[in-house]
């Protein structure tokens, strides 16, 4: 059987449309955002408490990147990046803390969303 031009051009994109992965993510302008809150929290001197586990700034940041990763088809904001993926363990839906010294602990979404506005009160 022959196909003209056309339905065959139509059959290749739709091809190409069904196999291609559908991601979401933060927009592209919010993606600094994202990595200077990881890194934000990665070269801390505070601790991240999760699940009764203690965690420094580097394993807090690894286990953050981990949970992006996983949720980033759920994203769309900054704000949603760090509701999914700082907040709360998904296991037992306990909130994550920050512990740092000579300050009382806070919850990490409170943590991060403070650094935020700050980040975006510093940037044009």
């Keep these: 059987m022959k ?3 056309s339905i065959r051009n139509t059959l290749a994109t739709s091809l190409v449309l069904l196999c291609a992965p559908l ?3 933060v927009p ?25 586990g203690s965690h420094d700034g580097a394993e807090a ?27 709360k ?14 300050e009382p602990p806070q919850k990490t979404a409170d943590w991060l969303l403070d650094e935020l506005e700050a980040y975006r009160a510093k940037s044009p």
Aim: glycine share 4%; net charge negative.
């Design 23 to 25: 991601r979401a993510d």
């Design 61 to 87: 940041a690894k286990h953050v990147r981990r949970k992006y990763k996983y949720f980033r088809d759920d994203i769309s904001s900054t704000e949603e990046f760090i509701g999914l993926s700082a907040t």
């Design 28 to 52: 592209p302008e919010q993606k600094p955002e994202v990595e200077h809150l990881i890194s934000f929290l990665e070269t801390s001197d505070c601790s991240m408490v999760r699940n009764g």
């Design 89 to 102: 363990s998904t296991m037992s839906s306990k909130p994550y803390e920050v512990h740092c010294p000579g």
């Design 3 to 5: 196909l003209n031009n």
